[in-house]
C-alpha cells in the first residue's frame, strides 16, 4: 500500500468508527439530553451537550438501512412521571429517586437510586428513557436526572406502527343479561368491542384443506358435537374438529309429554347436516345413514334392514297402560367420516341407536362418538379403551412360522391335531389393553406355551386337549377401573396312544377350554389420617373447686 493511499484508509474507518458510535450509543449523536442535579439550594436544569464526531464527512446511510417512513410509535405513558418504587402516597419512599413527594433534603440522604432507569415498552426500536442517578461527589449530595433516547439492541422490535389499537390493550365489552344471550346463540363464537375494529373469534383459521383441529364447517355453521362440559348435561353447541376421535356420554334432561318438540332426540338433528368438502368450499357431503338400531324397554336389540330405515317416523309419546313411552329416541350417535390425504372429506356415515324411553330412565343418558378413517385404508377393531370390554375378542398377534420338516407318520398326525386344536394364526403376543398399538411390541404380553405328555413305550404321543388360561387384573383408580391382561398361558396336553398298522381308524376327542381368571390386588382406598387434636386445659379451669 503507497502513502497516497494511507489517508484515504484512515478516512474510511473514522466514518465506520462514527457510524457504529452514533448508533450504540445510548444518545445519539447531536443530540441534547436533558440533565436536572437538585441539591439543597438549587434545581434548575444543567444542559450539556456531547462532543461532535471527529469526522470530515458525515457517513452516508446506505439506502438498504435508512428507516422505512411512517409514524413513529407514540408513547403511551409518559416516562418523566412514573415512578414505580412509590409505594407511599404523600410520603417520600426510601432510596426513590422518581418519588415526587421527596424533596432535595431527602434526596441528600439517599444512599442510591433503587430504581436507576425507567423506561415505557421494550418491544419499540427507540423511546425514551428516565435515568435516575446520584451525585455523591457534591456537597450535598444532589440527585440527577435525564431523559434520554434508548436504543432497543434486539433486531426484533417495533420500528413503525400502524396498528393504533395494538399500543392499548382491548376494553372487552361488559356483558349483562341481553347481551350474554345474544353471544351465547352466535355460531361463529364471541365478537367484542366493535368500535376499535379488534374482534376476538374464536373460530378456526382460515386454510385451504381441513388440518388437525380444525372445525368441520357444515352449510350453515359447524357440524356439532353434543359432549359435557362444566357439568354431565349434554352441551350442543360443542363442535367437531377435524382427525379428532371422541367418545363421550352426557345425560340430557327431557319431559316425556314434550319429547315430540325435542330436537335433539330427533334423528333429523344429526342426519340433515351437509359437511362442507374443503373449509370455505362449496361442495357439499350429505351424511348417510348406514344403520339402525331399535332397542326396547327390556334391551332387547333389533336391526333394521336399509328398506326400513327410510320409513322411521319421528320419535313421539305412546301410551302403555300407565306408563307414558316416548318411542325412537336417539340414544347412540356414531359418525364415521372417510378423508383423503390432501385433508377433504369425501364421506360421512351415521349409525344410530333409536329406543324406547320411560319415566324410569330420566334423565336420558346419550352416547356421541366420532372417528375417522383415511381413503383406502382399513380401521383397527378395538376391544376397549384403554381396558377390555366383557364380549369383545382378545387382540391378538403371531409370528409367521419358518416351515416344517418331513416327519413320521405319528407326528404328521400329532402336527395336524395340534394345528387343528390351536387354530388358524394362533397368537404369539396378546394385547394388554384393548386399544394396544401395534408397534408397542414391548408392551404386548407373550403367551406361553405348555405341552404336557406322558411318556409310553411304543406310543404314539397326540395332543387332545388345549386349555388357554387369561389372568387379568383392575388397572387404574378406583372409580374407573381398566381391565388389563397380564399373563397368557396355553396347555397343550397330550395323551398315549398304541400304534396302529396302516388302514385302521380310531376316533379320538378333542377339546378346548378359555378361563379368564382375576388376579387384582385387593383395592386399598388411601384416606388422610384423622387429625389429632392435642387440646391442654389450662391448669385453673377447675378453680375453685379444685
Not at 489517508?7 to 436533558?34: D, K, N, Y
Not at 388376579?519 to 389429632?532: C, D, L, M, Q, Y
Amino acid at each position: 500500500m503507497g502513502p497516497r493511499a494511507f489517508p484515504r484508509f484512515l478516512l474510511v474507518l473514522l466514518a465506520c468508527w462514527a457510524s457504529v458510535s452514533a448508533q450504540a450509543g445510548t444518545i445519539p449523536a447531536g443530540t441534547t439530553p436533558v440533565v436536572a442535579t437538585e441539591g439543597l439550594n438549587s434545581t434548575k436544569p444543567v444542559p450539556t451537550t456531547l462532543r461532535p464526531v471527529l469526522s470530515s464527512k458525515s457517513p452516508e446511510i446506505p439506502r438498504a438501512s435508512r428507516p422505512f417512513s411512517g409514524p413513529r410509535p407514540a408513547p403511551i405513558t409518559d416516562v418523566a412521571a412514573l415512578c414505580v418504587c412509590d409505594l407511599s402516597p404523600a410520603q417520600c419512599d426510601v432510596n426513590c429517586c422518581c418519588d415526587p413527594d421527596c424533596s432535595s433534603v431527602d434526596f441528600s440522604v439517599f444512599s442510591a437510586c433503587s430504581i436507576p432507569v425507567v423506561t415505557g415498552d421494550s418491544h419499540f426500536c427507540s423511546q425514551k428513557a428516565a435515568v435516575y442517578s446520584l451525585n455523591l461527589t457534591a456537597d450535598p449530595p444532589q440527585r440527577v436526572f435525564k431523559l434520554v433516547d434508548q436504543i432497543n439492541p434486539s433486531i426484533f422490535c417495533v420500528h413503525i406502527t400502524n396498528y393504533k389499537p395494538a399500543l392499548s390493550f382491548i376494553n372487552p365489552e361488559v356483558t349483562d343479561e341481553s347481551s350474554f344471550d345474544k353471544l351465547m346463540k352466535a355460531p361463529n363464537g364471541f365478537s367484542l368491542n366493535a368500535e376499535s375494529g379488534v374482534s376476538t373469534r374464536l373460530d378456526a383459521p382460515q386454510t385451504a384443506k381441513y388440518e388437525y383441529g380444525v372445525l368441520l364447517q357444515t352449510s350453515d355453521s359447524f357440524l356439532r358435537f353434543p359432549s359435557p362440559l362444566t357439568s354431565s348435561l349434554c352441551t350442543d353447541n360443542n363442535p367437531a374438529a377435524f382427525l379428532v376421535n371422541q367418545a363421550v356420554k352426557c345425560t340430557r334432561r327431557m319431559n316425556l309429554e314434550y319429547c315430540e318438540e325435542m330436537e335433539t332426540l330427533s334423528m333429523a338433528y344429526y342426519s340433515s347436516p351437509r359437511i362442507l368438502r374443503l373449509p370455505d368450499f362449496t361442495l357439499q357431503v350429505p351424511i348417510t345413514v348406514q344403520s339402525i338400531v331399535i332397542r326396547s324397554l327390556n334391551k332387547t336389540l333389533t336391526r333394521l334392514e336399509d328398506t326400513e330405515i327410510l320409513r322411521v317416523s319421528k320419535q313421539g309419546v305412546v301410551e302403555a297402560g300407565h306408563i307414558e313411552i316416548c318411542t325412537n329416541v336417539v340414544l347412540e350417535v356414531t359418525y364415521s367420516l372417510t378423508y383423503t390425504d390432501a385433508g377433504e372429506v369425501i364421506k360421512a356415515d351415521l349409525f344410530l341407536l333409536l329406543g324406547a324411553v320411560s319415566s324410569a330412565m330420566v334423565p336420558l343418558q346419550q352416547k356421541f362418538e366420532i372417528y375417522f378413517i383415511q381413503q383406502n385404508t382399513k380401521p383397527v377393531p378395538l376391544s376397549g379403551n384403554p381396558g377390555y370390554v366383557v364380549g369383545l375378542p382378545l387382540v391378538a398377534g403371531f409370528q409367521p412360522q419358518k416351515g416344517l420338516t418331513k416327519a413320521l407318520t405319528c407326528q404328521l398326525v400329532a402336527q395336524k391335531m395340534k394345528s387343528l386344536l390351536k387354530g388358524q394364526g394362533f397368537p404369539d403376543y396378546v394385547a394388554p389393553f384393548g386399544n394396544s398399538q401395534a408397534q408397542d411390541v414391548l408392551d404386548w404380553v407373550p403367551v406361553y406355551f405348555i405341552t404336557q405328555t406322558s411318556h409310553v413305550k411304543d406310543s404314539c404321543q397326540l395332543p387332545v386337549a388345549l386349555t388357554v388360561e387369561v389372568k387379568w387384573t383392575k388397572y387404574g383408580s378406583l372409580l374407573n377401573p381398566q381391565a388389563k391382561i397380564v399373563n397368557v398361558t396355553a396347555n397343550l396336553i397330550s395323551s398315549s396312544f398304541p400304534e396302529t398298522s396302516s388302514g385302521n381308524e380310531r376316533m379320538i376327542l378333542i377339546s378346548t377350554a378359555v378361563t379368564f381368571v382375576d388376579v387384582s390386588a385387593p383395592a386399598e382406598a388411601g384416606f388422610r389420617a384423622r387429625p389429632t387434636i392435642n387440646a391442654r386445659l389450662p391448669f385453673n379451669f377447675f378453680f375453685p373447686f379444685v
